[in-house]
């Protein structure tokens, strides 16, 4: 293997591991802070890639698409958490998990619906358009770093956020002691409505953003919600650093797996038996890390601190 | 006063026979295509060509008015399996057609052709039923699976590719059109990949692609992840360096989505939207100008399945009982296909030419693939050897 | 008499009383989905004995369907055709592999449950998708079909209908019975007060893993029998998503309810051919109506037929 594929294949790695991030961040709050378990919100990612789309279409311009999506995807986040997800609260797991599926059939089907059952595709911004050469043979798109970029500085600014201000520092007290929180007098429905608000917007930003690098299609959101919830569980539930440290594992391994497996398998195995077994231990690999993780370290890496 | 009244009556009286006798002469047909998820599209090409042949008829197939029954298969085994029971059982039709992906017909094959209907696939081909497992019951109007990748690798050969980099999607399909590339291409095969089914991202197969030294690559990525792979094909500059090579990835179904990322792109197929023959124009024009799409092989392969009943059921004076003459009539396929020569092989799938073709920008920017040269005539499967029919 | 007892028994009537009624009324194709829905019904009455009885939800219930489909077409295409051996092996495999990923996932709780069964639901799911000889992706048509004592009576009409409803009775039987014993009380207070079950010295994880393995078992036998009705089976019944409607089911129909399992399973079944047959986007209605059942119909579909039921939920 050469280092040039080696250094793509960290770099698409990484650039999926802050993807991953973005959605995880907002559904590891939902989950550490209120308990809640969000199945719609790989949906939101979704409805992020078409909001763009629509967007794009409309006003023919990406950058002001992207602040309409931003602000289009915060206010159906709030829309849900008013219509549905707030009488959801007091329920059980199992209740949340019904209900929040409902939403994933639904708004699935409402994209079918509204944009056609095909792929759509949509223009990377002009300015991100070009390539950089990185060998001989091969370019990388800029648009590809720029996102790397985006995802890095999300990710430090809500980890500041979380850290340093007030309202991260309910958040963090929210996660373990939700009581105490409420006892203090802080308006804990105020602070779940915000929690809720932001981890849709992000969630719409990964969709935004992943939008003119993969196709947009109904359901998108669906596996990726998977991916997202064994990022959280790797990274601990409801910590913020757990799960930026678990995305960019989860990110690294499929991504250096798929690519790997294969060839590692071809020195061992017969070429055909490797090509056989290696994409489905290279697709299993992210569930055999959590599984183990879950065997020996059973929450997670980073677990937020005093959560129980 | 009397006799109007007679007369009105005997009127009605013969109406009624008349739409009783044309009611039991009803052709019933049931669909079962993918109308749901990223490849609804192909589906829809299926049913929309099979409606326009209708359509030019007036509804009829061989003079008997046509009752069709669309089913969504939704890409689902179970819901195919389903719903194709309940039109043998429920609806009794005389024949199915469907399905789009190889998966969905070997889900539904068995319940169908052993009720004795006739089933016809537009597009599917595995090679599942083209040997030993072939069915009086079951013809195919498209292709068997792995010609088109066959007739690629004689093409590459024609190009004069010495070292070709290979990928598809890690399922049968993909396994089968590496297989049929492999089978007849001369050169050097550097690298064969096989993704996961979705894939999203192909920048390391990309990175790999680049350092293979390939001077072509071969690939089967129908939907979704052709649109994919042919814009990031083209965002890391590999167009100048390497010809692109595929099958079912660069079509009328995907090329909306590619736009100019794929003009110049290379295919092999049994047919192109720009065929010269008289039907086709006829086809070609009729569709686009009912639909506002360019039709894609699919819809194309749908009409000639309505053509090839109506020949069929003319044959058999509109009779669909007798299901030894039905299955004579199917297999003379004495219809005009759009495609040129057009006949059926002992395992009932067809006897065809294959062509190179070619993505090309039309005048109103609208894209498709173009026809370049025949590359091989009444070319048949390697799996009618094992069928004993 | 119990009140449970009674709807399960007019199901149970009406399901024996089909064969006669469909012909009837001209809709013998109905026969095809009453096999599917009481296939579902199976599997999710066990999945009911370890969620709704034992507190345990495990996203990766469709694997054991899987594990028993797979085990099944396997024997068949070598083969193996009665029907009574079938049954060993199909329980044989899914039971050794649910021992093996039950003392791991036992040792977690909760949603990290939830997440390690998920985990080795996809290592099925990605496993039966790489076995090329049996289909890979595309699945796999089956050419012969197990037999009863060398007769084909089970394989398929109203033999077929009687014998998947006779199993169906069986489970319901025997799930109940489970959930009455001095077994099923202790997965009970275990469900709800682990550390109390514990202390109290009973060998919670034993009881809990033996029930995992019951539940494996009974979803292999669900498995086995879809194999001989669809007379196909593909990596697809063992997806994640399946798992999910299993879930879907039971929640629907009522936690660790008599009959919630079987309600749940019919309504979906029944639900779908319903709205599918009327509006192609069905889904908009679907959506929105699982939604509202959770938000209005808290003790599920059994609690809206029978309130307050006798068999009290979670």
């Known amino acids: 293997m050469s280092f040039t594929l080696f250094l793509i294949l960290c770099l698409n790695g990484l650039q999926y591991g802050l993807l991953l991030f973005l959605i995880a961040a907002g559904l590891t709050l939902v989950f550490g802070v209120m308990g809640f378990i969000n199945l719609a919100h790989g949906v939101q990612y979704m409805v992020g890639a078409y909001l763009i789309f629509a967007f794009t279409a409309l006003t023919g311009n990406f950058w002001s698409a992207l602040i309409l999506s931003l602000v289009m995807a915060l206010l159906i986040g709030l829309l849900l958490e008013y219509a549905v997800f707030r009488h959801l609260y007091e329920r059980s797991h199992l209740d949340q998990v019904l209900a929040t599926f409902g939403i994933i059939i639904f708004l699935n089907e409402l994209a079918k619906v509204l944009f056609g059952p095909a792929t759509l595709t949509i223009a990377t911004p002009e300015i991100l358009s070009g390539s950089i050469q990185l060998t001989e043979q091969l370019r990388y798109p800029v648009y590809r770093l720029a996102t790397i970029g985006v995802g890095l500085a999300m990710a430090i600014a809500l980890f500041l956020t979380i850290s340093y201000t007030r309202t991260g520092m309910l958040i963090r007290a929210g996660s373990t002691t939700p009581e105490m929180v409420a006892a203090l007098g802080v308006n804990i429905k105020q602070l779940f409505r915000i929690v809720f608000g932001v981890g849709a917007m992000l969630a719409g930003f990964a969709g935004i953003i992943a939008a003119p690098i993969f196709a947009i299609e109904p359901g998108m959101g669906d596996n990726i919600l998977i991916i997202a919830f064994v990022v959280i569980i790797i990274g601990g539930v409801g910590s913020i650093s757990g799960a930026f440290v678990a995305a960019i594992l989860v990110g690294l391994i499929d991504t250096l797996g798929r690519s790997l497996a294969t060839e590692l398998l071809s020195f061992v195995f017969d070429s055909s038996v490797a090509n056989q077994i290696g994409p489905a231990l290279a697709s299993m690999l992210i569930y055999i890390l959590m599984a183990a993780i879950l065997v020996f370290r059973p929450k997670g890496l980073l677990p937020a601190k005093g959560a129980s | 006063m009397n006799t109007t009244i007679k007369s009105a009556a005997t009127a009605t009286a013969l109406s009624i026979m008349m739409a009783t006798s044309s009611l039991a002469d009803d052709l019933k047909i049931g669909m079962v295509v993918t109308l749901s998820g990223p490849p609804a599209a192909l589906g829809q090409q299926i049913v929309d060509g099979f409606q326009l042949a209708l359509d030019q008829k007036r509804g009829m197939l061989g003079g008997q008015s046509v009752e069709l029954i669309v089913e969504d298969d939704e890409l689902k085994p179970d819901v195919a399996l389903l719903k194709a029971t309940s039109l043998v059982e429920r609806e009794e039709v005389d024949f199915v057609v469907g399905t789009v992906f190889s998966n969905m017909l070997q889900a539904i094959f068995k319940p169908i052709v052993q009720s004795e209907t006739f089933l016809i696939s537009p597009n599917a081909g595995p090679s599942t039923f083209a040997g030993k497992n072939c069915n009086p019951f079951f013809f195919v109007t498209s292709y068997q699976n792995n010609q088109n990748a066959e007739v690629s690798g004689m093409v590459a050969n024609k190009e004069g590719f010495k070292n070709v980099f290979v990928m598809a999607p890690n399922y049968q399909a993909g396994r089968d059109n590496v297989k049929g590339f492999n089978q007849t291409f001369k050169g050097t095969v550097t690298d064969e990949v096989f993704t996961p089914l979705g894939h999203q991202d192909f920048s390391a197969e990309l990175a790999r692609m680049s350092t293979s030294g390939a001077d072509a690559v071969f690939t089967f990525m129908p939907g979704g992840m052709g649109v994919r792979l042919v814009g990031q094909f083209d965002g890391a500059g590999l167009k100048d360096s390497m010809k692109f090579m595929s099958v079912f990835t660069t079509d009328e179904t995907t090329l909306p989505g590619q736009k100019d990322a794929a003009v110049g792109f290379l295919a092999a197929g049994n047919w192109a939207p720009d065929m010269l023959n008289e039907a086709n124009k006829a086809f070609a024009s009729a569709f686009e100008k009912k639909y506002g799409y360019i039709p894609g092989g699919y819809a194309m392969q749908a009409y000639d399945t309505a053509n090839l009943i109506d020949s069929a059921i003319t044959k058999t004076g509109g009779a669909t009982d007798d299901k030894d003459a039905l299955r004579a009539a199917l297999r003379e396929a004495d219809f005009t296909s759009v495609r040129g020569d057009f006949s059926f092989n002992n395992n009932h799938y067809p006897v065809q030419n294959f062509h190179a073709l070619k993505v090309v920008k039309r005048d109103d920017g609208k894209f498709h693939t173009s026809f370049v040269r025949t590359i091989v005539e009444d070319y048949k499967d390697s799996f009618a050897g094992d069928c004993r029919m | ?314």
């Not at chain 3, 009775?169 to 079950?197: C, E, H, Q, Y």
Request: hydrophobic share 55%.
């Open chain 3, 1 to 314: 008499m119990d009140r449970g007892v009674l709807i399960g028994g007019i199901i149970f009537g009406l399901l024996l009383a089909m064969p006669v009624i469909l012909p009837i009324v001209g809709a013998n194709y109905l026969s095809g989905l009453l096999i599917k829905a009481m296939l579902l019904a199976i599997a999710a009455l066990s999945l009911d004995l370890i969620i709704g009885h034992g507190g345990m939800v495990s996203l990766g219930h469709a694997a054991f369907i899987g594990i028993g489909a797979y085990a099944t077409a396997i024997s068949l295409e070598n083969g193996i055709e009665e029907i009574l051996l079938l049954f060993l092996i199909a329980l044989g495999a899914t039971a050794s592999i649910a021992l093996v990923t039950g003392v791991l996932a036992l040792r977690t709780s909760g949603v990290y449950f939830l997440m390690i069964t998920l985990a080795f639901g996809q290592m099925t799911f990605f496993t039966l998708t790489s076995l090329a000889a049996y289909g890979g992706d595309d699945g796999l048509t089956l050419w012969s079909l197990a037999t009863l004592f060398g007769s084909d009576i089970v394989q398929e009409g109203e033999g077929l209908y009687f014998f998947v409803l006779v199993i169906l009775i069986f489970t319901w039987i025997g799930v109940w019975r489970i959930s009455r014993s001095r077994f099923g009380r202790v997965l009970k207070a275990a469900r709800d007060n682990p550390k109390r079950a514990e202390v109290m010295g009973y060998p919670v994880a034993r009881y809990q893993l033996i029930a995992y393995v019951i539940a494996a078992c009974i979803a292999g036998i669900s498995g086995l029998l879809l194999v001989q009705y669809a007379e196909f089976v593909s990596p697809s019944i063992a997806a994640w998503q399946r798992s999910g409607d299993l879930i879907v089911a039971i929640v629907l129909g009522g936690l660790g309810s008599r009959n919630g399992a079987i309600l749940g399973a019919f309504f979906i079944v029944i639900m779908e051919e319903f709205l599918s047959s009327i509006f192609h986007e069905w889904r908009l209605i679907y959506g929105p109506l699982l939604v509202l059942l959770v938000l209005y119909a808290k003790g599920g579909l059994s609690d809206l037929i029978l309130p307050k039921s006798s068999g009290g939920g979670a």
